[in-house]
């Protein structure tokens, strides 16, 4: 045999002894089962129906997206996201910001972590960042784990992970979370991360470089990749997956479908071990344009969902209901919707119809409305046409039991709306009333 294909032979052997080499680290190592740690039931409001919205950034001529929040332990919300002069630009940074809820206003927006930052603390070159996710750790701590990219677009991808004790108002060095000792790229967040009974911390990730699939990761308590699940074995085309856990051991997850294959539908998996196997995917009923889902578990076992209810675009967001454990769903309320009015989408319309948009978003908005409507058209109009757009849907409950949505607003704020369990109720026996009549 010539030396020219003695070489090629001797590094696929190689790649092959790697592969083995790792399969049977991952076996040995391989993290003991553990249940699903439940967050506790919330607290049953009495409180009159609260419905509100609020802007959560406030700078002006710039870019948002992929907004996160968590509750902390004073009641206040704090929320993430990135901003900059377009998604993918090198002057993207991680954003926070924080709500009181007893004086129902969003404090000052800062910067959490920069890209120069970043790519100082790693020792590599950091392109862009993207998608922060925020989780409590068993110790009472933050963690943060956020996408970066050194080189290509999302594909190439990997997760950086920060801690905090003091509430998100500080943040430890940032350092690269290593999903696979092999190739650790094309990783990325969206989904809220959760805890399992042992300690250890289940994160829902992606996968996009070649085919797209969800995973989930599974992370101890020193912040290590214990092991790496692949949710929809055999399916193509999911993404950002959102668990909705139902008990100990049982739960729901919703994934982005990007497939081409109609119907568009948002695929789910399910698991009755807390993990330790999935069902093979399938599409549910909720449509989906390939865009991000989130989701809730109420304590009666019913399911809350936010996502574009369409087949196509994201000129609409609606809050959705299962009472089936994710079989079927019904819309309890339409968030936004802006349909109709993306068939007049010159910037005439556009332009009236932002100024109303903005005033019943947030009415602190008053005093600058101008700059938030030539900030809106800054970013979505072009050549004369505009577009909605209300994405990146993400939702949590508190102790007290009321419910924090953040999301994308024409991709020029990060919008907030706040609701709780009486009018969550109110409008589910408004929405049984209209079906008997």
Known sequence: MSSGRALPRKILLALIAVAFGLAFYKAANFPDAAPFQTPLPAVSSSAAPRFETHFVSSKLFTQVHASSAIELKDGRIRAFWFSGSREGAKDVAIHSAVFDPVQARWGNEEITMTREQTQHALHRYV???????VG???DGSLRMYYVTVSLGGWAGSSITTMSS??????????RRLVASPFINISTLV?????????GTMGLPVYHEFISKFGEMLRIDKNGAVLDQQRLAAGGQGTLQPVILMQNVQTAKVLMRYAGAAEPHRVVSVSTQDAGQHWSPPEKSTLRNPDAAVTGVTLPDGRMLAVLNDLEHGRE???LMISADGGNTWHEVQRL??????????DEAHFTNNVQALVRQSDAATSEHLAEYIESTKRTVCNDGKCRYEFSYPYLIQTQHGDFHLVYTWNRTFIKHLWFNRTWLDQ???KSAHDALH
């Open 427 to 429: 409008r589910l026996e």
């Open 127 to 133: 392109a862009k960042l993207g998608n922060p996710v």
């Open 190 to 198: 969206k989904g809220a991360p959760f805890l399992y009974s042992d």
């Open 165 to 174: 004790n003091d509430e998100g108002a500080s943040w430890s060095e940032p």
């Open 136 to 138: 409590r750790a068993a």
């Open 336 to 345: 936004e919707d802006q349909l109709a009015a993306s068939a007049q989408a």
């Open 316 to 318: 609409a967001l609606s």
